[in-house]
């Protein structure tokens, strides 16, 4: 990846960088987070919810490291790792997903639901 692609994707409004990260994960079957030191997932609050945070590669995530997740590291996740553990895991504790953040702003939340119809309608389409 590019750093005028990273740039580009980076200036996008959370609506269409949630739309360009649904169809990367579509065409690459991965996607990315972030974990603490201690191999736990990187969680922030907004309101009364609860985010983890995915991006659609690694090189968007650094963008992020700054911003109070200084000792984190990207993690990446296959579509197996997605629905074997991870949605489970957002289903039992209520997560919301916080797709596509940058710069320490929010990207796209969704619930686990609008997220994982949105994925299945594009993986349809492959």
């Not at 963008?63 to 289903?91: H, M, R, Y």
Request: hydrophobic share 40%.
């Amino acid at each position: 990846m590019n750093i005028k692609e990273i740039e580009s994707v980076s200036k996008l409004a959370p609506l269409d960088r949630y739309r360009y990260f649904i169809k990367k994960v579509a065409d690459y079957e991965e996607l990315w987070t972030i974990v603490d030191e201690n191999g736990d997932y990187a969680l922030s609050d907004i309101d009364d919810g609860v985010l983890i945070s995915f991006w659609s590669a690694k090189e968007f995530i650094y963008s992020n490291l700054d911003q109070g997740w200084a000792n984190c590291e990207p993690l990446k996740l296959t579509l197996d790792d997605l629905e074997e553990t991870v949605f489970d895991l957002i289903a039992s504790e209520s997560y919301l997903i916080n797709v596509f953040p940058v710069n320490g702003k929010s990207g796209f939340v969704v619930n686990l639901d609008e997220f994982a119809r949105d994925l299945s309608d594009e993986l349809k389409k492959y």
